[in-house]
């Protein structure tokens, strides 16, 4: 192995011995294909060298001219070892495809349905014989439709991965454990922010910063709980199949930072067996950081389990600040990192609220006809865009405010009221507010919230429906 840099010959003096000399001192070069320990010194973009660092797993790249492009890997004492980055076998038709021998893992593309000009291109991904329902190879293993970039689809099983739902707010310095950004849980003694700042040129407005307030206690932390339908089944989780989870992490220099995951019953309670044991993501890089992690996962959930929680997290340093920004974060099917989702804004917010609503009533919103004497609840109905996982837990934000009523644009006598939420399941529940003091017996008379006692904002009431 040589990495011999090429010397420009000049015909006047590299002669007879000295010319053989030079074009002998290449050809190790040439017949190890550039090896060595590191990127040569001489190389150019279009170049293609081996890396032979490690010594079970040599390693073929490109250089482009800014970084090497991993191409292949291979183990020298092994022969027929050479695995090839993410290669796609192409086929014309279905029949073509069935005449295959690929293996588990493997990722096909056929062009067309029934003939090279029939029907849309289709990725599939390989499974192993009786362990899943698609396109029967000639060695009996199963293709089955992948879902990739040009899918009608959404293949993401993360929410909010970009960071930019907030209903709770966008700034909590947390005493106790609790959800901040949708979907996105920390643990207490950790202040978790809404960023601006984010990897460049990818699309993102937000991400996720998350620190730790006690020097000498704990690590950085933040949980996505991805939900399982219903107790103990792994759906859309199947064992034996290979997902990715990709996304990009701004860490501190010197620090490291980690995820893993595991089946719970609810987020922050993985049990014994990981999904996916501890993996580095980031290794003492200040600057933003594009990951990728592939993983099977290699057994069934628990009967009790609703969720595989993942947590990304820091190394755990005392008497030293530990925080990290995150944002971008894709788990999909299959052994590939495609580009993000990037979802519309109904669509991200609808799946947001299957788990948080927070409703609101601002000032002047009607909330119906006061007929009581103080002891009848004046409400608006509301149903949430999604029908939320289960009834929610109601706190409202401001408790006591007052309603007035309003005619001819002037604000009569009003009194004191709580504010209150009363459920009626998952899909349905009243908010609004309940008379305190004397009686009010005016009928037929539309109340309103009053600019009395209440903040700025719009009034608040959260609804959580949360793993």
């Not at 009848?376 to 837990?393: F, G, I, L």
Request: glycine share 8%; with cysteine; proline share 5%.
């Amino acid at each position: 192995m040589a990495q011999e840099p090429w010397v420009n010959l000049d015909p006047s003096v590299d002669t007879g011995t000295t010319l053989a000399d030079k074009l002998n001192a290449l050809i190790p070069t040439l017949y190890t294909q550039n090896s060595g320990a590191g990127r040569p010194s001489y190389a150019t973009a279009g170049m293609i060298w081996i890396d032979t660092t490690e010594p079970n797993e040599h390693k073929l790249y490109l250089y482009d001219g800014i970084q090497d492009q991993l191409i292949a890997s291979f183990d020298p004492a092994v022969s027929g070892s050479l695995k090839i980055k993410d290669v796609i076998n192409v086929y014309k038709t279905y029949a073509d495809l069935e005449l295959a021998e690929l293996e588990p893992g493997q990722l096909a593309r056929t062009k067309g349905y029934s003939d090279e000009t029939d029907g849309q291109s289709t990725l599939f991904q390989i499974y192993a014989a009786g362990t899943a329902t698609g396109v029967t190879l000639a060695n009996g293993n199963v293709a089955v439709p992948y879902v990739d970039g040009t899918a009608q689809m959404r293949r993401n099983y993360i929410i909010n991965g970009d960071m930019s739902i907030w209903q709770r707010g966008t700034f909590f310095e947390l005493t106790t454990a609790q959800y901040t950004a949708d979907r996105w849980y920390s643990p207490s003694s950790r202040t978790t922010t809404r960023s601006t700042d984010v990897p460049p040129d990818q699309g993102f407005q937000f991400s996720l910063s998350n620190r730790r307030d006690n020097p000498n206690s704990g690590n950085a932390n933040i949980h996505q709980a991805v939900e399982i339908s219903g107790g103990g089944s792994a759906s859309p989780f199947i064992k034996g199949k290979t997902y990715t989870l990709s996304g990009w992490i701004k860490g501190q220099a010197g620090r490291q930072f980690s995820v893993t995951a595991g089946y719970a019953d609810a987020v922050d309670q993985i049990g014994d067996d990981s999904v996916l044991d501890s993996v580095l993501i980031s290794d003492n890089e200040p600057d933003w950081k594009k990951f990728k992690i592939t993983f099977t996962i290699d057994f069934d959930p628990e009967s009790t389990n609703k969720c595989l929680d993942f947590i990304f997290y820091s190394e755990l340093v005392l008497g030293v600040e530990i925080g990290f920004l995150l944002t971008g974060v894709q788990l999909e099917d299959g052994p590939i990192d495609t580009p993000f989702e990037f979802l519309q804004e109904q669509e991200k917010i609808a799946l947001c609220q299957r788990y948080c609503r927070v409703a609101t009533i601002s000032r002047y919103q009607n909330l119906g006809i006061c007929r009581g004497n103080g002891v009848d609840t004046v409400v608006t109905p509301s149903s949430p865009v999604t029908k939320m996982r289960t009834t929610p837990t109601a706190t409202p934000v401001v408790t006591t405010v007052r309603l007035q009523r309003l005619r001819n644009s002037t604000e009569l006598d009003g009194q004191s009221a709580t504010v209150v939420a009363a459920l009626s399941g998952n899909d349905m529940f009243y908010y609004g507010v309940k008379g305190l003091s004397s009686p009010w017996q005016i009928s037929d008379e539309p109340y309103y919230v009053s600019i009395d006692n209440i903040p700025s904002s719009p009034l608040k009431c959260i609804m959580e429906a949360e793993l």
